[in-house]
């Protein structure tokens, strides 16, 4: 149980086009789910955090307007890399949780985003 | 601001032998503290987690211990083997106001060699 996927696993886009990421909870509710970006030889960042129904929260020095994060169903999020340019090229991973603000997380496979 | 920081960077060790992976953590208070392993791009996968008011997990050859007051976390591998090599990464929990916030540490990259 508790599997998060995502899709696409690898996306190619040229500098200036948007791409949208899909993070979907398999088999369970999830209630808040979490975007990270991870840049070669580094650690997660958290992005943001998105509540179902809700807006969403950034991290400071995420922008809102450029990474748009939609969180409509207790199974769906989706985050937005708006005008990207070669400096978004990153591995994006999201994560979800089911229960109260304790809850563990559970991560998908991540999207591998490489902008031309 | 909560900083997280995992000692060594990098490990190289031969088939068999016992390792320890260190974790630091700035801020001590925390929910909990978690590890994972990441092959090569890939996501993450949970190794152990373990509640503020515990002070060891254990699954398998895998122990993972915390000493949160001094802001420190150790996760032992005992018998490595080549289909360790990944990074570990340890993550500490907190609550923010809003929920509650992952913060990752910088990963060590474990290679078992044959």
């Known amino acids: 149980g508790a599997v998060v996927s995502q899709h696409p696993s690898r996306v190619i886009c040229k500098s200036g086009t948007s791409v949208k990421i899909e993070c979907r909870s398999l088999d369970f509710q999830a209630t808040t789910m979490f975007w990270y970006r991870q840049f070669p030889k580094q650690s997660l960042m958290l992005m943001a955090t998105s509540n179902e129904g809700s807006k969403a929260t950034y991290e400071q020095g995420v922008e809102k307007d450029k990474f748009l994060i939609n969180h409509a169903s207790l199974t769906l999020s989706t985050l937005t890399v708006t005008s990207a340019h070669p400096e978004d090229s990153s591995f994006y991973i999201c994560?979800?949780?089911?229960?109260?603000?304790?809850?563990?997380?559970?991560f998908g496979p991540g999207t591998r985003l490489t902008v031309t | 601001k909560q900083e997280v920081t995992q000692i060594p960077a990098a490990l190289s060790v031969p088939e068999g032998e016992n390792l320890v992976l260190n974790c630091s953590f700035t801020d001590s208070a925390i929910y909990n503290l978690q590890w994972f392993r990441q092959d090569p791009g890939k996501g993450l996968t949970s190794l152990l987690l373990i509640q503020s008011s515990q002070r060891e997990q254990t699954s398998g050859r895998l122990n993972a211990s915390l000493d949160k007051s001094s802001g420190r976390s150790t996760l032992y591998i005992a018998a490595s083997q080549p289909g360790d090599s990944a990074t570990y990464l340890c993550a500490v929990r907190e609550y923010t106001g809003g929920g509650n916030k992952l913060t990752f540490g910088t990963g060590t990259q474990l290679k078992v060699e044959l």
């Open positions: 994560s979800a949780t089911s229960g109260g603000t304790l809850s563990e997380q559970y």
